[in-house]
């Protein structure tokens, strides 16, 4: 039997909250610092990394155990790579308008990942 995939090792409606706040902080330092500060574009922007991220985490063990943090680490980081992907495939339906220059996903994989990393293995380890 896998011995860390069902129980939780911690409150999976304070880490999905935290999932939220951390996509919306970094979209939002990311817009202050294109010199944009209306929160409907922080929110428009986030909507399909957030889509991405709740459709692909629960499916890859996001919100179960792992078996130390360097597991967590890099499974944290592979789960946003797909995630961020996903949210760049629905960011370029019609859904969306207007496109991304393709630094723009370097960037949301790379400073996405980075704040994963952060929020799981920093924030929510002191508080939750």
Known sequence: MYPYGKKVNRNRAALALGDVVTVLVFVALGNYHHGSTDPLHVVYVAVPFLFGWFAVAPLAGA????????????????????????????????????GAHPSF??????????AFLVWRLGIARLIL
Not at 65 to 82: D, M, Q, Y
Not at 105 to 114: N, S, T
């Open 105 to 114: 996903g370097f960037v949301m994989v790379v400073v996405g990942g980075a």
């Open 63 to 98: 919100y179960g155990r792992f078996p130390s943090v360097k597991n967590e680490a890099f499974s944290l980081l592979g789960i946003w790579l797909v995630a961020a992907l996903v949210g760049l495939a629905v960011r370029a339906t019609d859904l969306f308008m207007g």
